[in-house]
């Protein structure tokens, strides 16, 4: 099978997958041909998909796609900007969780949604690590509050910012403000010396946060472990994750033992039109 195939029966001519090509590998010489590739477009290709999911027809494929192979959109199912609206105000960020793990299938379905999150140049550089054992989350946290300790020791100002000394004193009396008892930490990596790897981390945790509360579940970022990871060898290393990888991101994931029942307001937006 060549790289670019068009079913001369089924294609219009009508350039859509010229004009939606993020790469300007797709031609069209007259409006009455078919539609072709530039030279050296197999090496310029970055497998985005945008050319099969473009056309209504289902005229084109690629070797690696088909029309076949890609999920019809599927109108009825999109919300209204409405819902949006509504949903995205009433997500609220969940410290307090039930002693309740949430089922590796429905984590796995909602790590299969946030994959869809957008990358720089389709790169799709995004690694999750999923910690769930108990003494590893608590190990964890502990790590980040001997860090803490020695910022404050240090008299680091991140401490005095960050109100370390409140995280420590509730560590001591028994309390987790690291990881809030979550029964979930998901860890977003990447390749550090891509550039694409930290925005496509945070992307694709938001898509996870809102997939979980969209769930009936409960997120929330884990700053403090985050911020822990960047300055705090130990937790580096307990971490292992492959060489050349660093964290970009972390969400606490359960159920929340709470339900809100309103909606806070916001300053209003900060903008400069021009």
């Known amino acids: ?41 197999e090496d310029l290709c970055i497998h985005c998909g945008h050319c099969v999911a473009i056309c209504p027809q289902g005229a084109l494929s690629l070797r690696f796609l088909s029309p076949d192979q890609c999920a019809p959109i599927q109108q009825d199912l999109l919300p209204g900007y409405a819902q949006v609206d509504h949903f995205l105000r009433c997500r609220r960020s969940i410290r307090s969780y039930k002693d309740k793990p949430v089922a590796r299938e429905v984590l796995q379905r909602l790590i299969s949604t ?111 472990f985050f911020h822990a990871t960047r300055y705090h060898e130990p937790l580096e290393e307990a971490l292992s994750l492959p060489p050349g990888h660093k964290t970009f991101g972390a969400l606490m994931v359960g159920y929340p033992k709470y339900a809100y029942q309103r909606v806070p307001p916001r300053n209003e937006p900060r903008i400069e039109w021009r």
């Open 1 to 41: 099978m060549s790289f670019l195939t068009i079913d001369g029966e089924k294609c219009v001519r009508d350039g859509f997958c010229v004009s939606e090509c993020p790469m300007r590998i797709i031609r069209m010489r007259g409006a009455r041909e078919l539609p072709g590739l530039v030279q050296g477009a």
């Open 114 to 224: 946030a994959r869809y999150g957008p990358s720089g140049h389709n790169l799709q550089p995004v690694h999750l690590l999923v910690i769930e054992d108990k003494k590893v989350l608590q190990s964890l946290a502990g790590l980040v509050v001997d860090w803490m300790r020695s910022s404050i020791e240090c008299q680091d100002p991140i401490a005095r910012t960050m109100h370390f000394d409140g995280v420590v004193q509730a560590w001591d009396e028994g309390l987790d403000r690291v990881l809030r008892g979550a029964p979930h930490l998901i860890v977003a990596h990447g390749d550090a010396s891509l550039s694409a790897s930290y925005p496509a981390c945070i992307i694709a945790l938001t898509y996870l946060e809102l997939a979980v509360f969209a769930e009936r579940l409960g997120a929330c970022w884990a700053g403090y």
